[in-house]
């Protein structure tokens, strides 16, 4: 759900941390050793699709897609691309959700030449002003980021590629809009913690579970 103390005009939402463990492969094989399937460095392409939804009004209990943000798993052979990235907010010309063909075109060329040729055949649009920050850390290296130690700073690497390099477009791209918080929206019968549990039954997951 959207932070309550963001603005309306530039929302941020949160979500917590998940683990992904690979239990089988996406070739079909299970992954065990032995199995010459379960090598990684097989899926050089392999990508995080992030949906992003949201809640147009919380009384309703109804979401809608915002959009998707695609983040690319590995930086070469076998190494995970840890690290902290902000990721364009995208829609393509059929919908605010990837298409199966698209994610085709991902899992076959790549994150990046997927957008830049989706983009030049003005398949793909960019949501202006909209990130998704994502947080990337390979299980090997599982407590680096723990306190006292910190994140890397967020990369926006991949919305400038997206943006054909153009860093005066990435400056008005990250600028905020000033608009009053979330929580003035709130009332005594809707307020975040009611939100929460509104958005959570309507993606069918259970708000107590992280």
Known sequence: PQ????????????APAHVFKMKALPSGGD????????????LPHLAVVID?????????????SQGFALLPVFAGPGYIASGAYRLPL??????????????????????????AQAKQARQIKVEDGASVEVLLLDEARAGEWDAPNAPPESSWQPVLDVLG???RALERYKAKKQSKLARTQYTAQIDEKVVAAKFANALGFDDREE
């Open 3 to 14: 932070q309550a103390d963001s603005e309306l005009r530039s929302p941020a939402w949160a």
């Open 31 to 42: 992954a065990g050793p032995g199995n010459p399937l379960d090598d990684l460095s097989t």
């Open 52 to 64: 992003v939804r949201h809640m147009p009004r919380p009384s309703s209990g109804k979401v809608a």
């Open 90 to 115: 995208l829609k393509l010309a059929s919908g605010a959700e990837p298409s199966p063909g698209f994610l085709e075109q991902v899992a076959s060329t790549g994150v990046k030449a997927s957008l």
């Open 165 to 167: 390099g153009d860093r």
